[in-house]
């Protein structure tokens, strides 16, 4: 007996249903947004991913020498492929508005949100330096999560990584990534261990200004109001403002921060409201990256989202689609009659609808059993009438049954 | 500067726009067939493989020992994950009509349609003992192609392996299976090369009778009339003519075998009509296979088709959709007018429009001429009017311009 890898699943058709669902509501929403679909490789240089990364990532991923002796990796994250694709493609028009959902694989240990393998949705805009483009993607990332019926579900959290900077200078922190490090995993530390990590990069005496500073959270306005002006502050207020006209609401939080060194401005995460889960997606600017991969300076912001903790949260929402395969009609055929059968059949599929029929020559009564067992909508069984051009067609939700002529199915 | 590795593909929106439009179209025909989507891990144990296909797989894959010291591997194939799949499913409604469309990996040198990296749509039954199940997976596989256009661009060529294993035992072969995969070969060799290949199996006095049946191909019930009547003759020109039903021709032929020894009854093959590519797809009837994974004997039948092969031809025939990209709306914005501008781009996208929007606050020509170049269908300028309840809407292949009221935008 073989069993699947740890942290891997098997999607059976029920659960694929609605899966399928809300994917195709998360692609058309993308679309909708005039982002533009690309796919890449699930198979890069481990480089590629230690460039943006450093050492530290090699260990959670899925990489290993290959049969010719290159180090290679399944992806952890799509970053990497995008700016080197975008670097890749010369006289690209900018903006760049791109967006995907592939597979990635990361080695960690699984747990719940968190599995070896799993889809991300991605998207990213390149090559605009202005707010419009993070309030784009923070729109898009919002407008997601509403369609599948989130509105009330989560809470959008933003921060600025030039805002905080500007903080963390004013309070002679040396290490400016280490402290975006510590500070990103404040959540999973109790506070002392928190104040002992964070005492390594601030003086003592500024521990509690900065402890009072990541405890602001809430109302976007309120909280950059009790700022001095400043064309950032101006700027940050820009997005807000902005962000209504896209009928969206963000709150400020000064405790997103993103652990990873390479964001340069607007961070962002959306949230469980009840703040039991995992972050359900995050992103920000990024105008750094595409230099690393060998590209000119270019702008960047974007977000990913894992499917795992999107699921999560639905389900607990009763907000996941019912799992439940179906097809629009089941053929039902009686001795002799399989080749009109299969022509009624193959003309309703024409047409579109999913028709299932019978493959195995059982009795009428295991045939109605398994068009029940399936969710057929209508049963068309073909007997002697369809002779003189008749079938008998059966609602199965009402039960109802009659006998009409084959060119008026509906 | 970073390089994809070889064998693989990166995909940019024009090119995915025609792939997703091609992908679509497999998708729906599956759907009509009454074929249930399912997902499956890309990493499985290297040993699923060897229980199939036995240690000769293991050259061929992207496979390695992971941080856990397991042997596992990139998937090469599907069959074993949905035998696995099945096995582990109690109770399952049968018959069990699955289809899915997942990347798979194989360690070989690339060339022209093959890749290191594809995709490949696979659908079986399984469950099903009689002919209809062989019926129903060809003909889905056929009406696949129909649907992509190609219906004049192809040839369904099918053979039994019941039926050649009587002819080579009437003929003394003696090791079976080694006999099947060099006729699987045969076209790869040259004649002499396959002569003496096959002498080691088959006593020289019926080399040529062998080579004569193996050359048998064409109209599918002339080919099985010149043969005496018995039980498989009768359900085979059985499956032909339910095929009619199908609205499907096919034709005979001995050569096509299929390598693998896991086969047991039908084999078949799509090649394009000229004979110039690999294979388009292949499947065949295999019911001793889920045994192999400790289920119970379950009859299967089913088929893959890569992506690539069938990409080559689409172009080859003029029939892939062309590449790209485009938005149904751009929204151009003048000074002081981005919010409304917004404001109408989320009510358009909410409808299902797909609807970009400047970012950049660049000129109104450079903004035209980016929409110009994103092939957007119609611009909506948003000016002054936009104070007094109107905008611009530019239609930009008739080039005609108007001003309307906003609440009256198609």
Chains 1, 2 share one sequence.
Do not use: C
């Not at 679909?37 to 460039?51: C, G, H």
Request: charged share 30%.
């Amino acid at each position: 007996m073989f069993k699947k890898l740890r942290g891997f699943r098997d999607i059976y058709p029920e659960e694929m249903r609605a899966r399928r669902e809300v994917i195709n509501k998360i692609y058309s929403v993308a679309i909708s947004f005039g982002f533009q679909e690309i796919d890449a490789p699930s198979v890069e240089l481990l480089d590629l991913f230690r460039v943006k990364s450093g050492e530290e990532i090699v260990k959670q991923t899925f990489s290993f020498v290959d049969k010719g002796g290159r180090e290679i990796t399944l992806i952890p994250e799509l970053t990497p492929t995008v700016a080197r694709m975008l670097v890749a493609k010369k006289n690209i028009v900018k903006p760049v508005k791109w967006f995907s959902f592939p597979k990635m694989w990361r080695y960690e240990e699984p747990q719940s949100g968190r599995l070896r393998e799993f889809y991300q949705f991605n998207a990213d805009i390149f090559g605009v330096e202005k707010i419009y483009a993070d309030a784009e993607v923070i729109a898009l990332a919002m407008e997601i999560l509403d369609s599948l019926g989130l509105s009330e579900k989560y809470v959008m959290k933003v921060s600025d990584r030039i805002l905080m900077e500007e903080i963390l200078q004013n309070m002679d922190v040396r290490d400016m990534d280490m402290a975006f490090k510590i500070i990103d995993k404040k959540d999973k530390m109790g506070e002392e261990e928190f104040i002992d990590a964070i005492k390594g990069f601030v003086p003592e005496e500024n521990v509690d200004a900065l402890l009072e500073i990541l405890s602001i959270k809430g109302n976007f306005e309120n909280v950059l109001n009790k700022f001095e002006e400043s064309n950032r502050i101006r700027t940050l207020l820009n997005l807000s403002d902005i962000l209504k006209g896209y009928d969206k609401k963000v709150i400020w939080d000064f405790s997103v921060v993103r652990g990873l060194a390479y964001y340069t401005g607007i961070v962002f995460e959306a949230h469980d409201y009840k703040g039991e889960l995992r972050a359900l997606l995050g992103g920000g600017r990024y105008d750094n990256v595409v230099e690393l991969f060998g590209g000119p300076k270019t702008p960047a912001v974007g977000f990913g989202m894992g499917d795992a903790v999107l699921e999560i949260l639905m389900k607990r929402e009763n907000l996941w689609p019912e799992e439940k395969i179906w097809v629009d009609y089941f053929i039902a055929i009686l001795p002799d009659h399989r080749k009109e059968a299969i022509e009624i059949a193959t003309k309703l599929r024409r047409k579109g609808y999913s028709v299932d029929i019978d493959l195995m020559e059982r009795s009428l009564g295991k045939q109605m059993k398994y068009a029940n067992r399936i969710n057929a909508e209508k049963v068309i069984i073909v007997g002697d009438e369809v002779n003189d051009g008749y079938v008998i067609l059966r609602d199965m939700e009402s039960g109802e049954q009659k006998k009409i002529r084959i060119d008026s199915i509906p």
